[in-house]
């Protein structure tokens, strides 16, 4: 299942929110090509559920519980990764939230403040320690999962798409500020059909989608991983700092 440059044999992948949904499937991506990976998210039976699948494949998997919000946690997500393995060679900023609310007024602080945690002040937490190491280290590659909500804001998810268009401001910064050892790179994701999709009205989706989706309909888990293979692996040695579109052609 490999090629040379697709070959991660030997590198160890961190990815959050990957005991499910397209984290799920970036992580099974880089297991099935060689890579041993850290499975993380707030669901602890469910890394461990991906964990086994990994191992399944020869490969070896760290599943850890950790609130990407709470920065104590990321430190010890990062000190039991480096413990285990002694470096991360990839890291996916994957984990993401964006709540639903009938009107912007009932939007709690308390909420606010999550969503914020979750999509941007944990991605920056895991960027600068994960980030520093890398350098140390001589290379590594930073890929962060944001959204179309981040360049095309809709009404009830304002706070979402604030937060992942700052994700795509540190995507640029953090460029700069580890290049050139690092790679830093962002993938604007659209509608993906995964467990969050159970709470759309389907049948609404789906008409937009024929209007407003150049494929017309929305994307399955596993169409993520050419683009995070892509910009994971050394087929994209010259680029950083960039914002991928993987959106079914949105308007």
Known sequence: ???????????????????RGL???????????????????????????????IEAMGRQALPYGCHVADWDQ??????????????????????GMSPLYD??????????DKVV?????????LMAVVGERMVADGGGSIINVSSI???R??????????????LNALTRSFAFALGPAVRVNCILAGPFLTDISDHWDMDAFEKDAKINQAL????????????????????????????????????
């Not at 990321?74 to 984990?95: H, M, Q, S």
């Not at 009107?103 to 606010?112: A, N, Q, R, T």
């Not at 945690?117 to 937490?125: A, D, E, S, T």
């Open 117 to 125: 945690g979750v999509n941007l002040k944990g991605p920056f937490r």
């Open 1 to 19: 299942m490999t090629d040379e440059l697709l070959d991660f044999t030997g590198q160890v992948a961190l990815i959050t929110g990957g005991s």
């Open 153 to 166: 804001p809709m009404p009830g998810a304002e706070p979402y798409g604030a937060a992942k268009a700052g």
């Open 74 to 95: 990321i430190d010890g997500l990062v000190e039991a990764a480096y413990e285990r393995f002694g470096k991360v060679d990839v890291l996916i900023n994957n984990a």
């Open 103 to 112: 009107k912007i007024s009932d939007l709690s602080s308390e909420l606010f």
């Open 149 to 151: 909500a981040s360049e």
């Open 23 to 53: 984290g799920r499937q970036m992580a099974l991506a880089l297991a099935a090509r060689g890579a041993d990976v850290v499975v993380t998210s707030r669901n602890l039976d469910a890394c461990v559920e991906v964990a086994g699948e």
């Open 216 to 251: 017309q309909r929305g994307g399955e888990p596993d169409e993520i991983v050419g683009a995070a293979l892509y910009l994971a692996s050394r087929t994209s040695s010259f680029t950083t700092g960039t914002l991928m579109r993987v959106d079914g052609g949105g308007r």
